[in-house]
């Protein structure tokens, strides 16, 4: 498809299991950023790669959480041993270039809920 | 249970009028600004974006102004309609990042028809 692609749409899971998130971000693009959206709130930046470098994930809420993108296009977003806290929409996003962020194009997120 | 209420600061306007949606950013080092839609159950849509060194930049219906001395970014849309009812977020770049974008709470909007 033309835009960033996430699955799973919805995740539901229970406190202590491991969840893997995918993005498919659009082709070509260097760029790709996840960001956690709790209800009702912006999204915030988890961490950033430029194709299969990961130059930022300050922004990871602990060591729990883990992403990778082997060969610079889809990309996971791990969660070992969720909790509650957890629950939130993943978004993926990516852009073409290298630089400012100019034009961010998000996927719909995959919603985790964790019971 | 999960509280469905999202403490937002809401805006209800009637389709036609023109809309005025605000935001204070938090860092007077910010060069970059971005303004996106959301709307329900989708990610974030690219609205338009303003430059530091700029303080007004039109797009279709839509103008971003940037008023640096007091922090305040808004978004005007003319004539709007019920197409617009979202969540709208602006976002900011600090100088130091090259790419990490900071999101307020977020605004929404609801057109009547």
């Known amino acids: 498809g033309a835009g960033v692609s996430q699955s799973p749409r919805y995740k539901v899971a229970k406190r202590g299991q491991d969840v893997a998130l995918r993005c498919d971000p659009i082709s070509g693009h260097v760029s790709l950023f996840w960001y956690q959206q709790a209800l009702g709130q912006g999204p915030e930046f988890l961490t950033y790669?430029?194709?299969?470098?990961?130059?930022?994930k300050s922004g990871l809420p602990s060591d729990r959480f883990f992403a990778e993108r082997p060969e610079g296009s889809v990309s996971t977003l791990k969660i070992q041993r969720t909790q509650q806290e957890d629950s939130a929409v993943y978004l993926c996003a990516s852009s073409l270039g290298q630089g400012p962020p100019g034009e961010l194009f998000f996927g719909e997120g995959s919603r985790l809920t964790v019971l | 249970g999960e509280s469905v209420g999202l403490h937002l600061p809401t805006l209800s306007v009637q389709e036609g009028d023109n809309s005025i949606i605000n935001c204070a950013y938090s860092n007077s080092a910010s060069d970059y600004f971005i303004w996106y839609k959301q709307e329900s159950g989708k990610g974030p849509q690219f609205i338009i974006d303003?430059?530091?060194?700029?303080d007004k930049r039109q797009g279709q219906r839509v103008t971003v102004l940037l008023n640096k001395t007091v922090k305040h970014l808004s978004l005007q849309i003319a004539a709007t309609q019920p197409g617009d009812s979202a969540v709208y977020f602006c976002?900011?770049?600090?100088?130091?990042?090259?790419?990490?974008?900071?999101f307020g709470k977020g605004t929404l909007l609801t057109v009547n028809p």
């Open positions: 303003i430059r530091s060194n700029m």
């Open positions: 976002a900011e770049r600090y100088g130091g990042s090259n790419y990490k974008l900071t």
């Open positions: 790669f430029q194709n299969e470098a990961q130059l930022d």
